[in-house]
């Protein structure tokens, strides 16, 4: 299996999905543009970064398909193997120091990341350099289970970053300690595995560790190693580990920065992080999440479709499959296809989807035979199975996500379009025209 972010880039080297950038780039705008021009195609390793001799990657799980191959399945499983590895967490192992790469260096004097490191600067309004892809490693001070999530993470300072923390697990940690006047010890991990990766966006109940379900993903239990000076234990595999302190009581201003929604999240002040220790490789590989790219998007599809797939289930058990498309920004708007057994089942799928996640803001529902991945599809289904009347249904200002602009600071409304067959429509009217032999059909065998 895939242990570190290396043998990925190895294997995706060999399948053809790397390109090398030899060419050097400015880490200001000009890598990000690269990436973004390469996203959903190629994961880009650029090997000279103006000012720097780290090199950078980015892109390395750009597509569904690559997803299912890090997890050694096939694309149309994704959703369920997640939601199993999730519901049946592995423990992790401890492993000893001396034979953790990522202390082959330790720094604990004079940390200047800037220097160190060449973070990019990504869209044109972002207040400066951002960590983008580093997992913010904490544990619950009262059970001591760990809890991981990425943040974006501005240069404030040599050794202090801003960070922005929604209103989720770590911020729950966080203001526990805060409230005592006492920092919270967390680590930042750059440069893990693919599976890592993705089980740290993990949609868990509160006290689940997303290192174990990492773990799960692997299928074998994942390496650790501790820390020199936190009390955490971080993947002895990874490129680069910033050891540090959330301060209490410590609020400064971090943002604008360019997010998921294609929309910049304004500046405000924010918590701010000080880094005490760097341990990382010899010749450490930094990764970079451009925001918004595919890489970003489906970092957060996986696992909400995995959410979203199971709450779905409970009210419709013959859900055959659900989709959070890219245009909606892997988030808002969900496509369900079920195979539907009694009238008004579309509906409840409906009222699921909007309970599995705040963030789920469209719902579409179509019959079984409908692609979900396909949107020209979608629309077909709701063009020709949809009445507005009867089939939409609306409910005005229930929570949502801060960062859709049209939203009340959250406020959102909510939309549902049954696109399904009415059961009781006679079956020729709803019949997609077909030609027989089409799917066997091999056009080079007729055009010369
Ligand atoms: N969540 C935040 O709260 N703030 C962020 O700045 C942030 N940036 C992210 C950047 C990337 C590239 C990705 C993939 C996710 C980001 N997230 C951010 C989402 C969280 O990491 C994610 O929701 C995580 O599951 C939260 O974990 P928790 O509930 O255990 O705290």
């Known amino acids: 299996s895939f242990r570190s972010l290396r043998s990925w880039l190895k294997t995706l080297e060999t399948k053809g999905y790397l390109k090398k950038v030899k060419r050097e780039v400015d880490p200001v705008y000009e890598l990000a543009a690269v990436a973004k021009k390469a996203d959903g195609q190629w994961a880009v390793k650029f090997e000279k970064v103006k000012g720097y001799s780290v090199p950078v990657v980015a892109g390395i799980l750009h597509n569904r398909q690559l997803i299912a191959e890090a997890m050694k399945i096939n694309v149309a499983e994704l959703v369920t193997k997640f939601a199993e590895a999730q519901a049946n967490p592995l423990p992790c192992c401890l492993i000893d120091r001396e034979k953790a790469p990522v202390k082959e260096v330790i720094v604990r004097d004079n940390i200047d990341l800037g220097s160190m490191f060449p973070i990019p600067t990504h869209h044109e309004k972002d207040a400066g350099p951002y960590i983008t892809a580093a997992l913010l490693i904490a544990k619950d001070p009262c059970t001591g289970v760990r809890n991981v999530s990425i943040h974006r993470l501005q240069l404030l300072g040599p050794n202090r970053l801003g960070i922005l923390i929604l209103p989720r697990h770590l911020w729950h940690i966080f203001r526990q300690v ?33 290192l174990e379900i990492a773990s799960a993903l692997h299928g074998e239990p994942l390496q650790l190693v501790k820390c020199e000076t936190v009390d955490i234990e971080v993947p002895a595999h990874a490129e680069i580990v910033l050891e540090g302190r959330l301060l209490p009581g410590v609020r400064e201003i971090e943002g604008p920065f360019g997010e998921y929604p294609k929309y910049y999240g304004p500046a405000s002040k924010k918590p701010v992080i000080v880094i005490d220790a760097v341990t990382c490789r010899r010749r450490p590989i930094y990764q970079t999440i451009v925001a918004a790219t595919r890489e970003h998007l489906l970092l957060g599809a996986i696992p909400r479709e995995a959410t979203l797939f199971q709450m779905v289930r409970q009210a419709v058990p013959t859900v055959r499959a659900v989709h959070l498309t890219p245009g909606g920004t892997c988030r808002y708007h969900a496509v369900i296809a079920i195979d539907k057994r009694h009238e008004g089942e579309a509906k409840n799928a409906i009222f699921a989807a909007f309970a599995s996640s705040a963030e789920v803001k469209h719902v579409v529902v179509v019959d079984k035979d409908v692609d979900i991945f396909n949107p020209e599809d979608v629309e077909w289904a709701i063009a020709t199975r949809c009445q507005a009347s009867k089939d939409v249904i609306i409910i005005s200002q229930a929570h949502g996500n801060r960062l859709d602009p049209s939203s009340d600071d959250g406020l959102s409304d909510k939309m549902g379009i049954d696109a399904t067959v009415p059961l009781s429509a006679p079956a020729e009217r709803f019949e997609r025209i077909r030609i027989p032999g089409f799917e066997k059909i091999r056009l080079e065998e007729y055009l010369g």
């Open 178 to 210: 805060e409230e005592k006047d006492q920092p919270l010890e967390i680590a930042l991990v750059i440069g893990v595995d693919p599976l890592t990766l993705l089980a740290s966006q993990a949609i868990t109940p509160f006290g689940v560790d997303e």
